[in-house]
């Protein structure tokens, strides 16, 4: 890749290295330079731009990442599409996010222009949570490099999602008679929403005297009764791999494989199994919903995962928790809700399927078939299949047979009486429609049958509120086209909208928060406003 300093001229087909206004707007870094942006640049008064120019073998930022995350992706994990060189990647399911460290390292280290950031291994996740970026930091990579970096990932997904396996869990809480006991109420509600967080579910609750034979019987009925793991509660802390508790496990026929761990709190925990159902002395501290080292065990035996020894001795990376003295289970544990900003963005979508047809001779167009189906199944086929949900069909004229045209397919809809008085009521009916915990939503035309999922989900990927990017429209030769995702910020504004129009003004009073998503095709510039447009449908 070649830097240099150009002049406006010799420019076209190069990639800009800094944002540059020209003519009221802004070229961001990243954009490949047009005849028409010489243009404006020239009209503009700028004689010179610095860019960069491919060399032959270079892969763009986009297609690398892209390539990288493919073979990165593995079980249970959502790549999202590359914008700006980033390619995400999102959890499909609750669980645990598995992956070899060394892995991820030896390829951070292999060259600088290409990185992954994940969230720490056996993290627990939820599903829709991002768990990793595939980040190109040039604009262009090496195909050298690239072709090493996707080599050391060619035998197998570099990260999983282990899924959490719905276990049922069985609970023995010992007692000393006569003794300070502790209420069994809060543990066995406490270990229930634990159980919970992780998929599993609490099926079996007992007590018994703090006597190995105790302990050992009444693991033998947890075992019975059909439960994937046993979890021993003792009256009194595990001090040695002789005391009660694993003595219990030993005489019901199991084995005590490890005793203490790294972790504080939660040091004293004890881990064994009987058969091929572990079974887990549980330290003090997990008779209290704060994080604690029972928790890091839990979540890996709830995903199906083995914890070894050496599982638990490696665990000291991150373990002080104790510092912390407030310690409440994180909010996405509590909830299943991932933040904003660790999640994937929630985008609905709104197909405007409402217009007249003025200038089709009496037709609907949206009726009409192209490539053998009906223009308004073609378009609404292409939403379903990107990464927006859900989606709303606004109809307006010839509302039964828009429906009809739309059997079967999982979408809304909402009718617009109004529909004869122009596009911005059929706008603001959707605009309505969209769900309270949407992000924001692409507004999609119904009459634009080229449109592909590929195109929508690169304006999802493009989305990004904390970056400024709450616009985003896609480009093709420098011309804006649809669809355009829009923000939930801008719902109030486009609910104000009235007469012919969509929110087009909209966009020119926010240029600052527009991000111009280029295209490789036109699809997103050709819409059917009349007969002589079906002339040519490929």
Same mark, same amino acid.
């Given at each position: 890749?070649?830097?240099?300093?150009?002049?406006?001229?010799?420019?076209?087909?190069?990639?800009?290295?800094?944002?540059?206004?020209?003519?009221?707007?802004?070229?961001?870094?990243?954009?490949?330079?047009?005849?028409?942006?010489?243009?404006?640049?020239?009209?503009?008064?700028?004689?010179?731009?610095?860019?960069?120019?491919?060399?032959?073998?270079?892969?763009?930022?986009?297609?690398?990442?892209?390539?990288?995350?493919?073979?990165?992706?593995?079980? /249970?994990?959502?790549?999202?599409? $590359?914008?700006?060189?980033?390619?995400? !990647?999102? %959890?499909?399911? =609750?669980? &645990? *996010? @598995?992956?070899?460290?060394?892995?991820?390292?030896?390829?951070?280290?292999?060259?600088?222009?290409?990185?992954?950031?994940?969230?720490?291994?056996?993290?627990?996740?939820?599903?829709?949570?991002?768990?990793?970026?595939?980040?190109?930091?040039?604009?262009?990579?090496?195909?050298?490099?690239?072709?090493?970096?996707?080599?050391?990932?060619?035998?197998?997904?570099?990260?999983?999602?282990?899924?959490?396996?719905?276990?049922?869990?069985?609970?023995?809480?010992?007692?000393?008679?006569?003794?300070?006991?502790?209420?069994?109420?809060?543990?066995?509600?406490?270990?229930?929403?634990?159980?919970?967080?992780?998929?599993?579910?609490?099926?079996?609750?007992?007590?018994?005297? /703090?006597?190995?034979?105790?302990? $050992?019987?009444?693991?033998?009925?947890? !075992?019975? %009764?059909?439960? =994937?793991? &046993? *979890? @021993?509660?003792?009256?009194?802390?595990?001090?040695?791999?002789?005391?009660?508790?694993?003595?219990?496990?030993?005489?019901?026929?199991?084995?005590?494989?490890?005793?203490?761990?790294?972790?504080?709190?939660?040091?004293?925990?004890?881990?064994?199994?009987?058969?091929?159902?572990?079974?887990?002395?549980?330290?003090?501290?997990?008779?209290?919903?704060?994080?604690?080292?029972?928790?890091?065990?839990?979540?890996?035996?709830?995903?199906?995962?083995?914890?070894?020894?050496?599982?638990?001795?490696?665990?000291?990376?991150?373990?002080?928790?104790?510092?912390?003295?407030?310690?409440?289970?994180?909010?996405?544990?509590?909830?299943?809700?991932?933040?904003?900003?660790?999640?994937?963005?929630?985008?609905?979508?709104?197909?405007?399927?409402?217009?007249?047809?003025?200038?089709?001779?009496?037709?609907?167009?949206?009726?009409?078939?192209?490539?053998?189906?009906?223009?308004?199944?073609?378009?609404?086929?292409?939403?379903?299949?990107?990464?927006?949900?859900?989606?709303?069909?606004?109809?307006?004229?010839?509302?039964?047979?828009?429906?009809?045209?739309?059997?079967?397919?999982?979408?809304?809809?909402?009718?617009?009486?109004?529909?004869?008085?122009?596009?911005?009521?059929?706008?603001?009916?959707?605009?309505?429609?969209?769900?309270?915990?949407?992000?924001?939503?692409?507004?999609?035309?119904?009459?634009?049958?080229?449109?592909?999922?590929?195109?929508?989900?690169?304006?999802?990927?493009?989305?990004?509120?904390?970056?400024?990017?709450?616009?985003?429209?896609?480009?093709?030769?420098?011309?804006?086209?649809?669809?355009?995702?829009?923000?939930?910020?801008?719902?109030?504004?486009?609910?104000?909208?009235?007469?012919?129009?969509?929110?087009?003004?909209?966009?020119?009073?926010?240029?600052?928060?527009?991000?111009?998503?280029?295209?490789?095709?036109?699809?997103?510039?050709?819409?059917?406003?009349?007969?002589?447009?079906?002339?040519?449908?490929?």
């Amino acid at each position: 890749m070649i830097y240099a300093d150009m002049p406006v001229g010799q420019a076209e087909g190069a990639i800009l290295a800094h944002g540059q206004f020209a003519g009221g707007r802004k070229l961001p870094k990243g954009h490949r330079i047009t005849a028409a942006d010489i243009a404006a640049l020239d009209a503009a008064g700028i004689v010179s731009v610095s860019g960069f120019r491919l060399e032959p073998g270079d892969v763009g930022e986009d297609e690398a990442a892209a390539q990288v995350a493919a073979i990165a992706t593995g079980e /249970h994990i959502r790549q999202s599409a $590359a914008f700006t060189g980033r390619c995400n !990647l999102f %959890a499909e399911t =609750d669980g &645990v *996010l @598995v992956y070899d460290r060394e892995r991820l390292d030896a390829l951070n280290l292999l060259d600088e222009a290409v990185t992954i950031a994940a969230l720490p291994p056996y993290e627990p996740v939820r599903k829709g949570q991002m768990l990793a970026t595939v980040k190109i930091i040039p604009f262009a990579v090496e195909g050298a490099v690239l072709a090493r970096s996707t080599g050391m990932l060619a035998d197998g997904g570099l990260l999983r999602v282990a899924p959490y396996s719905g276990m049922k869990a069985g609970l023995v809480e010992t007692i000393i008679p006569g003794g300070k006991n502790k209420p069994s109420d809060k543990l066995v509600k406490v270990t229930a929403e634990r159980l919970q967080n992780v998929g599993a579910s609490l099926v079996l609750s007992a007590q018994c005297s /703090h006597h190995a034979g105790d302990v $050992a019987d009444h693991i033998g009925r947890q !075992l019975e %009764a059909g439960c =994937d793991i &046993v *979890l @021993v509660a003792g009256a009194s802390a595990t001090t040695d791999r002789r005391d009660v508790v694993p003595a219990g496990i030993v005489a019901a026929g199991g084995a005590v494989d490890h005793f203490g761990m790294p972790v504080d709190p939660g040091n004293l925990l004890l881990l064994g199994h009987v058969g091929a159902v572990p079974v887990v002395g549980m330290p003090g501290c997990a008779r209290s919903p704060k994080v604690n080292g029972f928790d890091f065990v839990l979540q890996r035996l709830a995903a199906g995962l083995t914890v070894t020894p050496r599982d638990i001795m490696r665990m000291g990376a991150g373990g002080l928790l104790k510092e912390i003295g407030v310690r409440p289970l994180p909010r996405a544990q509590a909830t299943g809700e991932p933040t904003r900003a660790g999640r994937a963005p929630r985008i609905a979508a709104i197909v405007l399927a409402a217009g007249m047809s003025s200038r089709m001779g009496g037709r609907n167009k949206l009726l009409r078939e192209i490539g053998g189906a009906p223009m308004i199944r073609r378009t609404v086929d292409a939403v379903l299949a990107s990464g927006a949900s859900p989606i709303t069909v606004v109809t307006g004229r010839d509302e039964a047979e828009i429906r009809a045209a739309l059997s079967g397919l999982a979408v809304s809809f909402i009718h617009n009486p109004d529909f004869a008085a122009g596009m911005a009521g059929s706008l603001k009916a959707g605009i309505a429609a969209v769900t309270a915990d949407a992000d924001g939503a692409v507004v999609a035309l119904g009459d634009m049958p080229f449109v592909t999922a590929h195109h929508i989900d690169r304006l999802i990927a493009a989305y990004d509120e904390d970056e400024g990017r709450t616009i985003c429209v896609p480009t093709h030769d420098g011309k804006w086209g649809n669809p355009v995702l829009w923000s939930r910020r801008y719902f109030p504004e486009m609910l104000a909208i009235t007469g012919d129009k969509g929110a087009r003004e909209l966009l020119h009073t926010y240029a600052d928060k527009l991000c111009e998503v280029p295209m490789d095709d036109e699809g997103i510039l050709r819409d059917f406003d009349t007969p002589e447009a079906f002339g040519k449908t490929d």
